[in-house]
């Protein structure tokens, strides 16, 4: 139990630790209590005192069958099924003692107190709280790895995208950036760092203790988000910890609850935050008028007046509906959920439904020694597929003073270079993909002694997808390409089986307290694909649904192709913990693991992870002190692994490509398109982390701080090789070493408490440096300590980073700009070729070898504020973020901000603006340094106003709540961009090429969102 904070010279102490956290709170005293201190509650002694009450949880919820008792006494009630109850206890002093499971128990003196409204907080609210950790949950007092909670209540409200974003901004660390508006993607996640070059930086999701994914689970199902961070709480899972584990709980039921309906729902609009300024039709004709002749695109005034993203963009609304059935009884308890959503772009034809239902049922027998539990998730999503990111391109570039449509209802097209009506290409283009999604999952739990626990889990998923796209004949691939309409389609197939075993012991003697557990893991996967492509279409009607009615495939010209592959993962693992006293703590655990995906040579990997902790507030030296709640210092180590991604990376492959003619006939080609290696493996990461848990004045002020160092060992890459004697020019190895260290820091506080009204806050800090330690070893190199990653795309085609020894990943390459000629011209910093002095010259006078390192694309330092105001029945949250110390190339500017007639499209009006203040742009397009901006922003990201309603005395409803909220309400940077809050992965290079902002980029949304809960 906590020890009651005494306002007894603490205050200041209390004040100037919170200054920076809290400002003046008017009337309001700073961190007022409004627990009672000393024995405020007693009166003189009375006998046959008679107390009412009522007993709520954390959320004001009314919980019956609570167990009342007087104290050393069996003098005891119930409470009813509105929680009400009423006792008569012998004196003043009696202690009422409330108990019910799944709750903590809670002692009150009743005093002369005659109404008592009682509030019980669940297990996992508690100091102490439960916080799940790999095959099992450990008190949070116990815990000796950097691991972070976050409950229900202190989730992101309103329209989240996935489960991602319900804790965006809440774990330091935990970097989760939502850079699309798209509606069909998903948030971006990266945790302490990059670990991988080639490797995802996505972390092992597991949805109660399942492998899934951010999507699998409706975001308002969700009753916890746990996130293993380091790597002695990640070790247990091998190969597939590296990036993070992130743990998502379900809501649930309990024994003995009364059957409870829960309905959520809201329904949101969404604008795009902000609009690219492009010329509009009376732009172009100001410049006209000026004297400014275009090519291309702009050559003429057609005497329209289009606004072409106007053309393609909408106000995009959704709506969300999510209802759950709870109840149980002492043996039996179930949950039940169904979940709509049905969410528009700003964008036409980009769109997004699903419906996910889920159920879960657990029976308990033989006096709780056996429990059996069964679920099923099954969800369906369907989306659009007219829509390509081509069309927001083609808009950008489009003469505003085209016209849509011909007089006789034809579309407008003219016949520039990838010059197409973005309109027609939107309408003309029919499509939708389907995904399916299954998961059924059983378990049998087996408690023999209380000691003991057994058991088995079997789960199986499945995806299966089916994607298809049809031009119609007025398509510009019929009109301009001659296809006279072309269909795709494809299916695909994906299968997951899982067996999970495991035996857990947990034994106390005196201060001595054991647990062990011991486990075994197989899991097998599958995919399957089949494609095939056809045009010349006698009709649109069939779409893609008749695909063998394109006259291509008679003529040969169709194309198929088909796909399978399987593996297999399997691993035991163990872990042993020893607490003594609840002062020192010890974890070990130990997973070996084998793959089907690693070489011949390299099956199997090893991963242990150690950690130790240190409660120091328990120490006899600290008991003095009592303001402080727990002070722990924690000290780990562990080894973790990233899978290689294809399952036959270390296989030699042998394709069919091209044909020969032998003795008359056409014979298909056999080629050799990988190469063996039987010493393929892991990707190894070893870090270490030390860190600090401390909590004062009764829970108020507390924190964590975190250090950690990892390296990654045998990291993979493609390297050139020699043929012969290899049989394919490529190898993928395990060669290269990458480093990161970081710092973590989170405050949270509750600044200001009365009997009306609570402000709580917290601060998360993170910052992470990494580096490219090597990249070649004696077997496999480079020429250079170097090679390019990234690239911009035609017209410019070049790369756009650098992957260096000694430098960080995400690093800027290419030509510094340092002026402009008077006729637009740019001017570089370069290399004399003959001197090899660096020195000013034009841009088309420099090679590559005088690119220079331009900036990094990935911030240095993530910072979060969230705060929640709750005032009688009216809540606030207000959650804000920020990233800084980095670079964003902003592509639209390096494309469209230029004045140069001869390129041929439609441009941004800052393309007129002069450069250095001496002239604007005329150079060719080029990738310069004047394009790379700062990055560094700070958004206030979510605001959410509620209000739960005082329901009085009926039975109906238990509790209700309205709120608005507004998502991406403003962002303060200095970049000129659309939103600094770029993808951290793109394209092929991943995040090699980090801090590119791509000129086809769907915007980001601001979005307002009205929304209920009840429960009845």
Request: charged share 20%.
């Given at each position: 139990m906590r020890k009651r904070f005494h306002n007894q010279g603490y205050g200041k102490l209390l004040l100037t630790a919170c200054f920076l956290l809290s400002a003046s709170a008017g009337g309001l005293q700073l961190f007022a209590s409004t627990v009672s201190t000393g024995n405020s509650l007693e009166v003189s002694q009375q006998k046959g005192v008679t107390v009412t009450g009522v007993i709520k949880d954390a959320s004001g919820m009314e919980l019956p069958g609570v167990n009342v008792v007087e104290k050393g006494t069996t003098n005891g009630t119930m409470s009813d099924m509105d929680g009400k109850f009423t006792i008569t206890v012998s004196n003043p002093k009696a202690i009422l003692q409330f108990s019910y499971v799944g709750f903590q128990s809670q002692e009150m003196t009743v005093g002369n107190q005659k109404s008592i409204t009682v509030k019980l907080m669940e297990d996992s609210q508690l100091v102490d709280e439960v916080v799940v950790i790999g095959y099992g949950t450990q008190k949070k007092g116990d815990v000796t790895s950097a691991i972070s909670s976050v409950k229900s209540e202190s989730f992101v409200k309103g329209a989240v995208t996935d489960a991602g974003q319900l804790v965006q901004g809440k774990v330091a660390g935990l970097n989760i950036s939502t850079p699309s508006g798209d509606p069909t993607a998903n948030t971006q996640i990266m945790l302490r760092g990059i670990s991988s070059m080639k490797g995802s930086t996505t972390p092992l999701v597991l949805v109660d203790g399942i492998p899934g994914s951010l999507n699998t689970v409706a975001p308002e199902d969700i009753e916890a988000i746990d996130v293993l961070k380091d790597g002695s709480a990640t070790a247990i899972y091998g190969t597939r910890g590296t990036n993070g584990v992130i743990i998502i709980t379900t809501k649930a039921s309990r024994k003995e609850m009364p059957p409870t309906i829960d309905y959520s729902g809201y329904l949101s609009v969404s604008t795009i935050a902000k609009r690219p300024d492009v010329m509009s039709a009376s732009d172009l004709r100001q410049k006209w008028s000026e004297g400014y002749e275009f090519l291309g695109a702009n050559s003429e005034d057609f005497g329209n007046d289009t606004d072409w993203l106007d053309e393609i963009s909408r106000t995009a609304i959704s709506h969300v509906h999510n209802l759950s059935l709870r109840g149980g009884s002492k043996q039996t308890n179930y949950t039940a959920s169904l979940n709509y959503r049905d969410r528009q772009g700003t964008f036409k034809k980009t769109d997004f439904e699903s419906l996910t239902g889920r159920f879960d049922i657990t029976q308990s027998m033989f006096d709780n020694k056996l429990t059996a539990n069964m679920s099923a998730i099954i969800s369906e999503h369907t989306m659009p597929r007219s829509w390509n990111t081509y069309i927001y391109r083609q808009a950008m570039i489009h003469n505003p003073t085209e016209p849509v449509r011909n007089e006789d209802g034809s579309w407008f097209e003219r016949d520039l270079y990838f010059y197409d009506n973005p309109v027609s290409y939107l309408n003309e283009t029919v499509g939708e993909l389907k995904r399916k999604n299954q998961r059924l999952s059983a378990s049998l739990t087996y408690r023999p002694i209380e000691s003991v626990t057994l058991k088995g889990m079997y789960a199986r998923r499945g995806t299966s997808t089916t994607d298809g796209v049809y031009h119609t004949k007025q398509h510009v691939n019929s009109t301009k390409n001659g296809k006279n309409g072309d269909a795709y389609r494809k299916d695909s197939d994906f299968r997951n089986n899982l067996i999970e075993l495991t035996a857990n012991w947990q034994q106390s003697f005196n201060k001595h307290n054991f647990n062990a557990l011991v486990g075994y893991n197989y899991e097998d996967n599958m995919n399957s694909s089949m494609e095939i492509s056809n045009y010349d279409f006698p009709t649109d009607a069939y779409t893609y649904d008749k695909i063998e009615a394109g006259m291509a495939l008679q003529r040969g010209e169709a194309t198929m192709k088909s796909y399978k592959s399987t593996d297999k993962l399997i691993g035991l693992f163990a872990r042993v913990g020893y607490n003594y006293d609840d002062r020192y703590l010890f974890m070990f655990s130990l997973r070996r693991e084998g793959s089907s995906k690693f070489g011949a040579d390299q099956k199997w990997g090893n991963f242990p992870g150690v950690s130790v902790g240190w409660r120091i507030n328990k120490e006899q030296f600290m008991q003095d002190y009592h303001w402080l709640d727990d002070l722990k210092l924690r000290v780990g180590y562990g080894v973790t692994g990233i899978n290689v991604g294809d399952p036959y990376n270390s296989l030699r492959?042998?394709?069919?490509?091209?044909?020969?003619?032998?003795?008359?006939?056409?014979?298909?080609?056999?080629?050799?398109?990988?190469?063996?290696?039987?010493?393929?493996?892991?990707?190894?990461?070893?870090?270490?982390?030390?860190?600090?848990?401390?909590?004062?004045?009764?829970?108020?002020?507390?924190?964590?701080?975190?250090?950690?160092?990892?390296?990654?060992?045998?990291?993979?890459?493609?390297?050139?090789?020699?043929?012969?004697?290899?049989?394919?020019?490529?190898?993928?190895?395990?060669?290269?070493?990458?480093?990161n260290n970081g710092f973590e820091l989170l405050v949270r506080a509750i600044p200001v408490q009365t009997d009306d009204f609570q402000w709580s806050t917290n601060v998360s800090y993170s910052t992470n440096k990494n580096k490219?330690?090597?990249?070649?070893?004696?077997?496999?190199?480079?020429?250079?300590?170097?090679?390019?990653?990234?690239?911009?795309?035609?017209?410019?085609?070049?790369?756009?980073?650098?992957?260096?020894?000694?430098?960080?990943?995400?690093?800027?390459?290419?030509?510094?700009?340092?002026?402009?000629?008077?006729?637009?011209?740019?001017?570089?910093?370069?290399?004399?070729?003959?001197?090899?002095?660096?020195?000013?010259?034009?841009?088309?006078?420099?090679?590559?070898?005088?690119?220079?390192?331009?900036?990094?694309?990935?911030?240095?330092?993530?910072?979060?504020?969230?705060?929640?105001?709750?005032?009688?029945?009216?809540?606030?949250?207000?959650?804000?973020?920020?990233?800084?110390?980095?670079?964003?190339?902003?592509?639209?500017?390096?494309?469209?901000?230029?004045?140069?007639?001869?390129?041929?499209?439609?441009?941004?009006?800052?393309?007129?603006?002069?450069?250095?203040?001496?002239?604007?742009?005329?150079?060719?397009?080029?990738?310069?340094?004047?394009?790379?901006?700062?990055?560094?922003?700070?958004?206030?990201?979510?605001?959410?106003?509620?209000?739960?309603?005082?329901?009085?005395?009926?039975?109906?409803?238990?509790?209700?709540?309205?709120?608005?909220?507004?998502?991406?309400?403003?962002?303060?940077?200095g970049y000129k961009g659309l939103d600094p809050e770029v993808p951290m992965s793109v394209g092929d290079d991943g995040v090699l090429s980090a801090g590119t902002d791509e000129r086809d980029k769907y915007p980001t949304n601001r979005t307002y969102t009205f929304g209920v809960n009840v429960t009845f």
């Open positions: 492959s042998l394709n069919y490509q091209g044909a020969f003619l032998y003795n008359g006939t056409w014979v298909k080609a056999l080629e050799t398109v990988r190469n063996t290696n039987a010493d393929l493996r892991w990707e190894k990461k070893k870090e270490f982390n030390v860190g600090l848990d401390w909590d004062v004045f009764n829970g108020r002020l507390g924190g964590t701080v975190d250090y950690y160092s990892r390296v990654t060992t045998d990291g993979l890459w493609d390297y050139d090789v020699p043929v012969p004697p290899f049989m394919y020019p490529t190898i993928m190895a395990n060669v290269a070493e990458l480093k490219v330690v090597s990249i070649s070893n004696d077997q496999f190199s480079f020429e250079k300590d170097f090679f390019y990653a990234g690239y911009v795309s035609e017209p410019i085609q070049t790369s756009s980073h650098i992957v260096q020894v000694g430098k960080p990943i995400g690093t800027f390459y290419g030509l510094k700009s340092v002026d402009i000629t008077d006729d637009g011209l740019w001017i570089v910093e370069g290399k004399d070729p003959e001197t090899g002095e660096w020195v000013h010259m034009k841009a088309d006078q420099a090679d590559s070898n005088s690119w220079q390192e331009l900036g990094n694309g990935i911030p240095k330092h993530y910072l979060n504020w969230n705060n929640t105001i709750n005032y009688k029945g009216f809540d606030l949250s207000i959650n804000m973020r920020g990233a800084f110390g980095f670079q964003i190339l902003n592509y639209q500017r390096m494309y469209y901000e230029n004045a140069k007639p001869s390129l041929q499209y439609n441009r941004l009006n800052s393309a007129f603006d002069k450069v250095y203040g001496k002239s604007p742009v005329l150079d060719d397009q080029r990738y310069v340094s004047y394009y790379i901006e700062n990055g560094s922003y700070w958004k206030i990201d979510n605001v959410t106003l509620g209000y739960t309603f005082n329901l009085g005395k009926q039975n109906i409803i238990k509790n209700l709540r309205i709120y608005g909220s507004v998502l991406n309400l403003a962002t303060i940077t």
